[in-house]
Nanobody, 124 residues
């Protein structure tokens, strides 16, 4: 069973930065996808960024050029560097993982493992 635990959320003014972390424990053998999703109040959970099994990283249009997803396999940790934050970036951010490779990266149904989420607030 894969366990994911996020950290690094907080409150920042518009234009600020945050780095979110997601520590993964459990089975690590085999290829897997990892991603960040977010959910704002009253809205559906949406994909933010992903590292697929192979190939380039993926980003939603709303964060492209401002957010950077990365991972450190030696620490079993996924990161999301969020820069130039906007009020619309405020949400609970979730880490997700799955062992299926050739599926659409930003569909919540394509991830079997989820963290509990970390809150990000953006306000002056």
């Amino acid at each position: 069973q894969v366990h994911l635990e996020e950290s690094g959320g907080g409150s920042r003014p518009p234009g600020g930065s945050l780095r979110l972390s997601c520590v993964r424990s459990g089975p690590t053998t085999g290829r897997s996808r990892m991603a960040w999703f977010r959910q704002a109040p009253g809205k559906e959970r949406e994909g933010v960024a992903a590292i697929p099994c192979t190939g380039p990283t993926k980003y939603s249009d709303s964060v492209k050029g401002r957010f950077t997803i990365s991972k450190d396999d030696s620490k079993n940790t996924l990161y999301l560097q969020a820069d130039s934050l906007r009020p619309e970036d405020a949400a609970i951010y979730y880490c997700a993982a799955d062992f299926r490779c050739y599926v659409t990266w930003n569909y919540t149904r394509n991830y079997n493992y989820w963290g509990q989420g970390t809150q990000v607030d953006v306000s002056a």
